[in-house]
């Protein structure tokens, strides 16, 4: 089992960044692909970006300007660093991880993945 525990959402100005965390235990992240996830009110979650166990990136296209994902293996942690953050980048982020790698992170069979984290939230204020 791994046991997923996200991090770093809070209350920000229009044109901030933050980092966001997901922290792992039970077993190391290093074999796991790994994706951020985010669902606004009213809509539906959405990938924004994903990483590999190699270190290979995805990026939702209308964000990868402003995104950057990266892992620490020593930490068991992959991080999510957003820029220039604007008040519809509002919701709440979730990590995920899945051990059959990056395709499936980004296309989920019906929409699971092996295990999530609860969620932090993200609001941007204008």
């Known amino acids: 089992q791994v046991q997923l525990v996200e991090s770093g959402g809070g209350l920000v100005q229009t044109g901030d960044s933050l980092r966001l965390s997901c922290a792992a235990s039970?077993?190391?992240?290093?074999?796991?692909?790994v994706g951020w996830f985010r669902q606004a009110p009213g809509k539906e979650r959405e990938l924004v970006a994903a990483?590999?166990?190699?270190?290979?990136?995805y990026y939702a296209d209308s964000l990868k300007e402003r995104l950057t994902i990266s892992r620490d293996s020593a930490a068991n942690t992959v991080y999510l660093q957003m820029n220039s953050l604007k008040p519809e980048d509002t919701a709440v982020y979730y990590c995920?991880?899945?051990?059959?790698?990056?395709?499936?992170?980004?296309?989920?069979?019906?929409?699971?993945?092996?295990?999530w984290g609860k969620g932090t939230l993200v609001t941007v204020s204008s």
């Open positions: 039970g077993r190391t992240l290093s074999n796991y692909a």
């Open positions: 990483i590999s166990w190699g270190g290979g990136t």
């Open positions: 995920a991880a899945d051990a059959r790698g990056l395709r499936t992170i980004i296309n989920p069979p019906r929409g699971v993945l092996d295990y």
